[in-house]
């Protein structure tokens, strides 16, 4: 069946950095687009980053920009996304998403506090 595992998260504080995971099982990773997404409290969620199959285009959310970057291991079918000068507003829960088959992760949380 399909999985995505994300994997990474947790409490940082302001400045810091993360790198967050996703294990994708079940599926032809090799041959799907992926995103990353968030939702913080009370909020929508939103798109944080997406690439391409082969990872050769590469999306940001305007808030992100310059300091986030996603990118991908097909051989060892994850998906990564790197975050740097993490801010308190980029708390939020954190999912990856193959949208060609509408699955999402179970997410993980991040935490930017002093």
């Known amino acids: 069946q399909v999985q995505l595992v994300e994997s990474g998260g947790g409490l940082v504080q302001p400045g810091g950095s993360l790198r967050l995971s996703c294990a994708a099982s079940?599926?032809?990773?090799?041959?799907?687009?992926m995103s990353w997404y968030r939702q913080a409290p009370g909020k929508e969620r939103e798109l944080v980053a997406s690439?391409?199959?082969?990872?050769?285009?590469?999306n940001y959310g305007d808030s992100v920009k310059g300091r986030f970057t996603i990118s991908r291991d097909n051989a060892k079918n994850t998906l990564y996304l790197q975050m740097n000068s993490l801010k308190p507003e980029d708390t939020a829960v954190y999912y990856c998403?193959?949208?060609?088959?509408?699955?999402w992760g179970q997410g993980t949380q991040v935490t930017v506090s002093s």
């Open positions: 079940g599926f032809t990773f090799s041959s799907h687009p």
């Open positions: 998403y193959a949208r060609r088959i509408n699955f």
């Open positions: 690439i391409s199959s082969g990872g050769g285009i590469i």
